[in-house]
C-alpha cells in the first residue's frame, strides 16, 4: 500500500488535509506524522501550512525535519499547501524570515493600500474563491488533469510568491493582477489555495497527486 505522509511540525491544517486524501486516496494510506523514519518511507509527502512564516519556520527547524524533507523534495512526489508554497523558496518578506530554498524567488506581501483596476479596495488577507489561470507551458502537469481555466478555488493569504524563474509557475489568479498561485518543477507541485476547501476541483487537485509519479 502507497503511504501519503502529511508533515506534521506543529502548524498547519493537517486534519482537514488528512480528511481529503482519504477521500480522494481510500486505497492508500494517509499518515500524519512528525517521524523522520516514516517520512523517509513514504512514497508521497505533502507539506501543509496555516500561519505566520517565521513561527511557522521556527517550528520546521526545530522539528529536525529539515534534512529528510530536503531528500523528499529531490525523489518523489512532494506538495506543498498554502504556506507549504511559500516555503519553497527562498525568503519572505514576512519576518524577513529565510525558507527552504528549494526554489529560487521570495514571498511578498500584497501592497497596502491594495486596490483594483478602479481604484477600490480589495481586502488582504485575500480570502475567498478566485478563478485559477494555468499558463500553456504547465496544462499537461498531471496534477491538473481534468481542471478547466479559470475553476474557481478557495484562497486566504496576505503573502504570495514571486518565482525568479516564470517556467515554474504553473497556476496564476488575478488579485487584480495576475500573482502566481500555483508551482511545479521536477517532483515538485504546490498551490496556494486550499484544496481541502475548495470543493470538487481541489479534491480533483488532491486526487491527481495521489496518483501522481512525481514525472511529467
Same mark, same amino acid.
Given at each position: 500500500?502507497?503511504?501519503v505522509?502529511i508533515v506534521?511540525y506543529g502548524? +498547519?491544517?493537517?486534519?482537514?488535509? %488528512?480528511?481529503?486524501?482519504? *477521500?480522494?486516496? &481510500?486505497g492508500?494510506?494517509i499518515?500524519i506524522?512528525?517521524? %523522520?523514519?516514516?517520512?523517509?518511507?513514504?512514497?508521497?509527502v505533502?507539506?501543509?501550512?496555516?500561519?505566520?512564516?517565521p513561527?511557522?519556520?521556527?517550528?520546521?527547524?526545530?522539528?529536525?525535519?529539515?534534512?529528510?524533507?530536503l531528500?523528499?523534495?529531490k525523489?518523489?512526489?512532494f506538495? +506543498? #499547501?498554502?504556506?507549504?508554497?511559500?516555503?519553497?523558496?527562498?525568503?519572505s518578506?514576512? +519576518?524577513?524570515? !529565510?525558507?527552504? +530554498?528549494?526554489?529560487p524567488?521570495?514571498?511578498?506581501?500584497? &501592497?497596502k493600500? *491594495?486596490?483594483d483596476k478602479?481604484?477600490? &479596495?480589495?481586502? #488582504?488577507?485575500?480570502?475567498?474563491w478566485?478563478?485559477?489561470?494555468? !499558463?500553456?507551458h %504547465?496544462?499537461? *502537469? &498531471?496534477?491538473?488533469?481534468g481542471?478547466?481555466?479559470?475553476?474557481?478555488?478557495?484562497?486566504?493569504?496576505?503573502?504570495y510568491?514571486? !518565482?525568479?524563474?516564470?517556467? #515554474?509557475v504553473?497556476?496564476?489568479?488575478?488579485?487584480?493582477? !495576475?500573482?502566481?498561485?500555483a #508551482?511545479?518543477k521536477a517532483?515538485?507541485?504546490?498551490?496556494?489555495f *486550499?484544496?481541502?476547501?475548495?470543493?470538487?476541483?481541489?479534491l480533483r487537485?488532491?486526487?491527481?497527486f495521489s496518483?501522481?509519479?512525481?514525472?511529467?
Open positions: 500500500m502507497k503511504t505522509a506534521d502548524m +498547519g491544517n493537517l486534519k482537514s488535509v %488528512a480528511k481529503a486524501f482519504e *477521500h480522494v486516496a &481510500p492508500q494510506r499518515l506524522t512528525s517521524d %523522520a523514519k516514516e517520512i523517509a518511507e513514504a512514497d508521497r505533502v507539506l501543509p501550512g496555516q500561519a505566520a512564516m513561527e511557522s519556520m521556527v517550528a520546521l527547524n526545530d522539528s529536525g525535519l529539515r534534512d529528510v524533507l531528500q523528499a523534495s525523489d518523489r512526489p506538495f +506543498g #499547501v498554502c504556506l507549504g508554497l511559500q516555503m519553497l523558496f527562498e525568503e518578506e514576512e +519576518g524577513l524570515t !529565510p525558507s527552504l +530554498g528549494y526554489l524567488g521570495k514571498t511578498v506581501r500584497f &501592497p493600500p *491594495h486596490v478602479n481604484g477600490a &479596495p480589495l481586502k #488582504v488577507p485575500h480570502m475567498g478566485n478563478a485559477l489561470t494555468i !499558463p500553456a %504547465a496544462s499537461a *502537469h &498531471p496534477c491538473w488533469a481542471i478547466a481555466q479559470e475553476t474557481a478555488f478557495y484562497f486566504a493569504n496576505s503573502y510568491a514571486v !518565482p525568479n524563474e516564470s517556467a #515554474v504553473a497556476g496564476t489568479a488575478n488579485y487584480p493582477d !495576475p500573482i502566481c498561485v #508551482v511545479g517532483n515538485l507541485f504546490a498551490v496556494q *486550499h484544496p481541502e476547501k475548495s470543493a470538487d476541483g481541489g487537485v488532491l486526487r491527481n496518483n501522481w509519479s512525481g514525472t511529467l
